[in-house]
C-alpha cells in the first residue's frame, strides 16, 4: 500500500505542538510531519519574561525535547530546518536544513502554518551600541540575553507595553537597576486606561523601577563605563546593557511567496483555512477573521477548532472575552482589551487597594475591563459578563 502525505506542521511553537495535540486525540493514523527552524524542543513561551529572577537558564525552561515530543505525539519532527517555499499547485514544499545547503522536497496532504512572529524593527536609534541592545521572542533569544547580563547592574528597557512592563517586574526583582522609556504617557497606554496605567506604574516605582514616559531613545552610545542613551527629553540615561520590548509582526512571508492571502497576518476565515484550500493557519502568523492576537489563549481555541477540520469535522474557531494576566507579580494587573475601533467608555474606580476599570457602550453592554491590585478578583465575574471577542 502507497505510504499517505502527511499533515505537515510548519512550526514547533505553541501553536504548532498544541493543533499536533489535539490532532492526534482524534486521529491516531495519520502521519504528522513537524517541521522546526529551531531545536524542536516544547517550552512555554511566556515564562520568557518571567523567570530571571527566578534564577532560570533557558535549558530548564525548555521542558520536553524535541525528540519526546516526537515520540508523544507519534510524529515526525524535523528540527533545525527551515521550509523555504510551497508549492500549492504540487502540493510540496522545500526544506533547507540549517547547517548546510541541503535541500529537499516534501509532499503533504494537508498544511499548517505555525510560523509565528518575529520583532517588530526598531525605530530610527542612532549610535555605535547596537551589539548591547536585545529582542526576546524565543528561548535562544533569552538565553543570549541572559548571558550577557552576567555582570551587568544597569538595564534600559526600551517599551513599556506588556512584554516591557513584565520584563522591568521581574529585572528589578532579579537585582537589576532599570529605566524604562516610551513615547507613551502611561505603561501599557494602548491597553489600560490612564488611571490603571499609573496604578501600575507606581507599583514598579516603588520597588526602584525608573519610567521615562512620553519620550523615545534617540541613541545608544558606548562609553567607557557602559552605555548611554539620550532622550528626545534632553535627558540621557546610564545603562550596561539595553532590552527593547517593541512588539511583533506576524512571519507571513512563506505564505506571501506561495501566493497566499496576506494582510497583516496570513489571511485565514473561521475554519483556519487560507485563500489556498489545503494550507491552513493559525497562531502569532495568523489574521483569524481580520483578527490579530499575539496571546496564547486564542491560538488554543483555534487549535482545538483546527483539530476537528482535519480530522473531518468542519469547526470555525470562535473567541470568548480573553482576559490577559499581565506577568506582573509587584501589582498584579488583568486586562480584557476592548476591540480596537470600538465606541464606548472606560467608567473607573481607582483606589489605594487597585484600579476596577470597565469599558461600556452606551447601551451599558460591558466590551471589555482593566484590573489592578486586589480588584483582579472581579476577573471572572467581568470576564462572564463581557461580550466575546468573536461569536
Ligand atoms: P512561535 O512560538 O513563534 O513559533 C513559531 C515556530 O515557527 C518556531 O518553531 C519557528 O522555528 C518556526 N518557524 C518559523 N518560520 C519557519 C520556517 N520558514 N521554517 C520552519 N520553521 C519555521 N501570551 C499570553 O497569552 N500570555 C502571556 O503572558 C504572554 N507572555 C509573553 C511573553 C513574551 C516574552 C513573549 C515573546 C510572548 C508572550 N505571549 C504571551 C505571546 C505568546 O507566547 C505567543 O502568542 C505564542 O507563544 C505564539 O506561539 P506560535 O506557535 O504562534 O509562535
Redesign the pocket.
Not at 510548519?10 to 504548532?16: E, N, S, W, Y
Not at 530546518?81 to 523555504?84: C, D, E, L, S, W
Given at each position: 500500500q502507497e505510504k499517505r502525505d502527511p499533515l505537515v506542521i510548519?512550526?514547533?511553537?505553541?501553536?504548532?505542538y498544541n493543533l499536533a495535540r489535539e490532532f492526534r486525540k482524534l486521529d491516531s493514523d495519520t502521519p504528522i510531519l513537524l517541521?522546526?527552524?529551531?531545536d524542536?524542543a516544547f517550552y512555554s513561551?511566556?515564562l520568557?519574561?518571567a523567570s530571571l529572577s527566578h534564577g532560570k537558564t533557558a535549558q530548564e525552561l525548555s521542558q520536553t525535547s524535541a525528540e519526546e515530543m516526537a515520540r508523544g505525539l507519534d510524529a515526525e519532527i524535523l528540527v533545525h530546518?527551515?521550509?523555504?517555499d510551497i508549492n500549492p499547485d504540487t502540493k510540496s514544499l522545500t526544506i533547507r536544513q540549517e547547517t548546510g545547503e541541503h535541500t529537499a522536497k516534501i509532499r503533504y496532504d494537508r498544511l499548517v502554518l505555525?510560523?509565528?512572529?518575529h520583532c517588530r524593527p526598531l525605530p530610527r536609534i542612532e549610535g555605535d551600541a547596537h551589539s548591547r541592545l536585545f529582542r526576546?521572542?524565543?528561548l535562544g533569544d533569552y538565553h543570549r540575553f541572559r548571558t550577557a547580563l552576567v555582570g551587568q547592574k544597569q538595564v534600559l528597557l526600551i517599551g513599556a507595553g506588556?512584554?516591557g512592563c513584565?520584563f522591568a517586574n521581574d529585572l528589578i526583582q532579579a537585582g537589576f537597576s532599570v529605566e524604562v522609556v516610551d513615547p507613551l504617557k502611561w505603561p501599557l497606554a494602548s491597553l489600560l486606561p490612564e488611571e490603571a496605567g499609573q496604578d501600575l506604574q507606581s507599583a514598579l516605582e516603588n520597588q526602584g523601577v525608573r519610567f521615562h514616559c512620553g519620550c523615545s531613545v534617540l541613541a545608544i552610545r558606548r562609553t567607557p563605563q557602559g552605555l548611554e542613551a539620550p532622550l528626545d527629553s534632553g535627558e540621557s540615561l546610564k545603562a550596561d546593557i539595553a532590552l527593547a520590548a517593541l512588539g511583533?509582526q506576524a512571519?507571513t512571508s512563506?505564505a506571501e511567496m506561495a501566493g497566499l492571502e496576506v494582510k497583516r497576518g496570513i489571511t485565514v476565515n473561521r475554519q483556519l483555512q487560507t485563500s489556498d484550500p489545503n494550507i491552513f493557519a493559525?497562531?502569532?502568523?495568523a489574521e483569524v477573521d481580520g483578527h490579530q492576537l499575539?496571546?496564547?489563549?486564542p491560538?488554543i481555541a483555534c487549535a482545538r477548532a483546527l483539530a476537528k477540520t482535519l480530522s473531518g469535522q468542519p469547526t470555525s474557531v470562535r473567541y470568548a472575552a480573553i482576559p490577559?494576566?499581565?506577568?506582573t507579580t509587584l501589582r498584579p494587573t488583568t486586562v480584557c482589551p476592548p476591540r480596537p475601533d470600538t465606541k464606548g467608555s472606560w467608567q473607573v474606580d481607582s483606589g489605594s487597594e487597585g484600579v476596577h476599570a470597565e469599558f461600556r457602550n452606551q447601551a451599558g453592554k460591558l466590551l471589555g475591563f482593566a484590573l489592578t491590585g486586589a480588584a483582579i478578583t472581579a476577573r471572572n465575574r467581568l470576564s462572564a459578563e463581557c461580550a466575546p471577542l468573536m461569536n
Open positions: 510548519v512550526g514547533t511553537g505553541l501553536a504548532g517541521i522546526s527552524a529551531d524542536g513561551k511566556p520568557l519574561s530546518t527551515r521550509v523555504a505555525a510560523t509565528g512572529a526576546i521572542n524565543n506588556l512584554i513584565e511583533l512571519n512563506l493559525l497562531g502569532d502568523c499575539f496571546f496564547v489563549a491560538l490577559i494576566a499581565v506577568k
